[in-house]
């Protein structure tokens, strides 16, 4: 069964930093490309950032380039999310979510950026 | 960019129901285009994949179509477990997007 679980959510003043991770299993992970998407609460869902399956290819969305960071350890079945420079409009749950497709996504974590 | 547009931006139904839900992009994107159904509380499933590919799993009452600029999502006979929010995505270039999203709620 194919599981996604994000863990490293939480409360964290504007300016701050904040590492997400995404645990994979039931699937061979070094095998997919990956993204993240949030979602801010009562609003629609927002493309943050995707990888491909040996990290050679990134994008980001315009409103997270130059302060977050994707990356991947194939080793360890693991997605990540460096996040610097928050902002409180940064508040959402984040989710990871398998392939282009996103065919599949994990419950999510919320990250909220408040003073 | 590529900007989805989504229409309506809610709808009321009643079970049994035929609905539709259409999707306009920006630019042409060829059919890669995704559907999404998102339950309060959940993370959002995947229905359709390129425009018309029901995702394994997805019950038949659910249908896509189209290419280029304009797509549909049909709902042939909605069940109370349809009522939810819907987003189509394209998948065609970066940045991914998606439409701002319709509800669907019962009447």
């Known amino acids: 069964e194919v599981q996604l ?23 061979t992970f ?3 490309s990956m993204n993240w998407v949030r979602q801010a609460p009562g609003k629609g869902l927002e493309w943050v950032s995707y990888i491909s399956s040996s990290s050679s290819t990134i994008y980001y969305a315009d409103s997270v380039k130059g302060r977050f960071t994707i990356s991947r350890d194939n080793a360890k079945n693991s997605l990540y999310l460096q996040m610097n420079s928050l ?11 398998r392939n282009s497709l996103f065919d599949y996504w994990g419950q999510g974590t919320l990250v909220t950026v408040s003073s | 960019d590529i900007q989805m547009t989504q229409s309506p931006s809610s709808v009321s139904a ?3 129901d035929r609905v539709t ?7 042409g994107i060829s059919s890669w285009l995704a559907w999404y159904q998102q339950k309060p509380g959940k993370a959002p499933k995947l229905l359709i994949y ?4 029901l995702q394994s799993g997805v019950p038949s009452r659910f249908s896509g179509s189209g290419s280029g600029t304009d797509f549909t999502l049909t709902i ?7 009522f ?8 065609n270039s970066f940045p991914y997007s998606f439409g701002q999203g319709t509800k669907l709620e019962i009447k």
Request: glycine fraction near 10%; charge should be negative; include cysteine.
């Open chain 1, 5 to 27: 679980v994000e863990s490293g959510g939480g409360l964290v003043q504007p300016g701050g930093s904040l590492r997400l991770s995404c645990a994979a299993s039931g699937f």
């Open chain 1, 30 to 32: 070094s095998s997919y």
């Open chain 1, 87 to 97: 902002r409180a409009e940064d508040t959402a749950v984040y989710y990871c979510a």
């Open chain 2, 14 to 16: 009643s079970v049994g």
């Open chain 2, 21 to 27: 839900i259409t999707c306009q992009a920006s630019q």
């Open chain 2, 50 to 53: 390129a425009a018309s590919s």
């Open chain 2, 76 to 82: 042939s006979s909605l069940q109370p477990e349809d």
């Open chain 2, 84 to 91: 939810a929010t819907y987003y189509c995505q394209q998948a």
